[in-house]
């Protein structure tokens, strides 16, 4: 079947712009979870959801993150007045339950100039 | 804060070596631990998932080994080819919380 998808695969975006990242996890998968991934480092967590409610937010960097999954499927991740420190890839996972494999998609490159 | 090492940083073998990579992590308070692999501008493939209760799992030439009450597991991967050549992070799930912990990466090289 189908992994996770996101979209666009790569965004390049002035400073100062608003930025909307899509995620499209596994059919049936309750969990997911986006993460930001900068240059030669690990993947960092950013929030969690059960199906459409947000149970952990704990990882985002500052107010102007934003994310929702308004339907229990699909989630968007929003940045506003993106900064030269937004630059990283954000990837998304989804598994069926929060302690189960988690499974990722291929990220989206965000490059603020 | 769970904090999640990996060693070494980087390592170029030749084909057909057997080679083990190494993770710790500082809170033994695990629920899992999953080894991933990283292909250059691509997402993460998972390998294996390790339950804490579980000493280790193969799959194919992978073995993964836990020992949670050291914090450390091993990846070991047998006979090793060229398109082996990729990043191999750990990252672990918490008892408590949501998020998986990564670590920082071993980039493994397999020369023809």
């Known amino acids: 079947g189908a992994g996770v998808s996101q979209s666009p695969r790569y965004k390049v975006a002035k400073r100062g712009q608003d930025v909307a990242l899509r995620c499209d996890p596994i059919?049936?998968?309750?969990?997911l979870f986006w993460y930001q991934q900068a240059l030669g480092q690990g993947p960092e967590f950013l929030t969690y959801?059960?199906?459409?409610?947000?149970?952990?937010k704990s990882g985002l960097p500052s107010d102007r993150f934003f994310a929702e999954r308004p339907e229990g499927s699909v989630s968007t991740l929003k940045i506003q007045r993106t900064q030269q420190e937004d630059s990283a890839v954000y990837l998304c996972?989804?598994?069926?339950?929060?302690?189960?494999?988690?499974?990722f998609g291929p990220g989206t490159r965000l490059t603020v100039l | 804060k769970q904090e999640v090492t990996q060693i070494p940083a980087a390592l170029s073998v030749p084909e057909g070596e057997n080679l083990v990579l190494n993770c710790s992590f500082t809170?033994?308070?695990?629920?899992?631990l999953q080894w991933f692999r990283q292909d250059p501008g691509k997402g993460l493939t998972s390998l294996l998932l390790?339950?804490?209760?579980?000493r280790e799992q193969t799959s194919g030439r992978l073995n993964a080994s836990l020992d949670k009450s050291s914090g450390r597991s091993t990846l070991y991967i047998a006979a090793s080819q060229p398109g082996d050549s990729a990043t191999y992070l750990c990252?672990?799930?918490?008892?408590?919380?949501?998020?998986?912990?990564f670590g920082e990466g071993t980039q493994l090289t397999v020369n023809p």
């Open positions: 990252a672990v799930k918490e008892t408590s919380g949501s998020r998986l912990t």
């Open positions: 390790i339950q804490s209760s579980q």
């Open positions: 996972a989804s598994s069926l339950g929060l302690a189960r494999e988690q499974f």
């Open positions: 809170d033994s308070a695990i629920y899992n």
């Open positions: 059919s049936g998968h309750v969990s």
């Open positions: 959801f059960q199906n459409e409610a947000q149970l952990d």
